[in-house]
Nanobody, 120 residues
Framework: QVQLVESGGGLVQPGGSLRLSCAAS????????MGWYRRQAPGKERELVA????????NYADSVKGRFTISRDNAKNTVYLQMNNLKPEDTAVYYC?????????????WGQGTQVTVSS
């Protein structure tokens, strides 16, 4: 059974920073690509924020390039999303996922999500 557990969400002022963490079950982590999606409003589709291959190659949504950084620690079975210079439009539920690359990143397993709210 694959388990992904996110943490680190919360309320932050515009311009602030947060780091999200996602702890993954050991049987899948080191072999899988990992990613973060977000849903900005109920009923809106989830969008890819960032993804990272098992070897550490990354890709980002244009809206977060230069502000967000995805990384992974295979020894700790954890993937991170460092979010800097946060904007109100970054408010969303953020979901960790494990997946694979086939041309682009494809999520397969999902965490339960963590709320990030950017507001003054």
């Amino acid at each position: 059974q694959v388990q992904l557990v996110e943490s680190g969400g919360g309320l932050v002022q515009p311009g602030g920073s947060l780091r999200l963490s996602c702890a993954a079950s050991g049987s899948i982590f080191s072999r899988n690509a990992m990613g973060w999606y977000r849903r900005q409003a109920p009923g809106k589709e989830r969008e890819l924020v960032a993804a990272i291959t098992s070897g550490g190659n990354t890709n980002y949504a244009d809206s977060v390039k230069g502000r967000f950084t995805i990384s992974r620690d295979n020894a700790k079975n954890t993937v991170y999303l460092q979010m800097n210079n946060l904007k109100p439009e970054d408010t969303a539920v953020y979901y960790c996922n494990a997946g694979y690359y086939s041309g682009s990143y494809n999520p397969v397993h999902w965490g339960q999500g963590t709320q990030v709210t950017v507001s003054s």
